[in-house]
């Protein structure tokens, strides 16, 4: 019972913060090497989203195309059968490398802000600047439980109401598939 009660608590605050951090403008990592940050990340948690309904082994691959752009190839399992998404993402802040724009249909672009990320890249957050999109992604399947309430309490100073992060059933890594 005190578990829960502690729990519940710590979720107020965490909302409480996110109320107040929601009014300032989203903040993004100073700079980041997008040669470090390509590869396969898995999806560790996100707040739900229609295009992810079912979805179980979450990962997305960024490589390099030869016109600077980068093709994303997202990957889960759906329904007993992986479902591939390939995409395309652009820059937008050349001076930081940390605000990009992904399209998966055109027309429509979404903003893919990393908000935080490891020193070493092997873990990353990505949010959008409206603050309904949310993911906690590292380079392996799993994340320790500190390193992963460390970032979710760091989303909620940014303004993420964290109350609606969900994790994600990681069972292995489909990205030579």
């Keep these: 019972m005190k578990k829960e009660i ?58 390099l195309n030869s016109d600077g752009s980068i093709i994303v190839k ?34 429509f672009k979404g903003k893919y802000w990393i908000i935080d990320l490891a020193k070493d890249y092997s873990y990353a957050v990505v949010g959008h600047p409206n603050r309904r999109y949310l993911w906690i992604l590292s380079r392996r399947p799993t994340l320790d439980d500190q390193t992963y309430n460390q970032l979710v309490v760091r989303a909620a100073n940014k303004g993420f109401d964290v109350r609606h992060l969900v994790k994600t059933e990681q069972i292995g890594d489909l990205s030579g598939i």
């Design 6 to 63: 502690l729990a519940t608590s710590v979720a107020l605050g965490l909302a409480a913060f996110a109320l107040h951090a929601h009014e300032k403008p989203l903040e993004t990592v100073k700079y980041v090497d997008l040669k470090k940050y390509l590869g396969t990340w898995f999806e560790i948690a996100a707040f739900p989203q229609s295009f992810e309904k079912g979805c179980s082994c979450t990962s997305a691959t960024y490589g």
């Design 74 to 107: 997202n990957r889960c399992i759906k329904d007993n059968k992986l479902k591939v998404t390939e995409g395309r993402a652009t820059v937008t802040d050349k001076s930081t490398n940390s605000k990009l724009a992904v399209q998966f249909f055109w027309p």
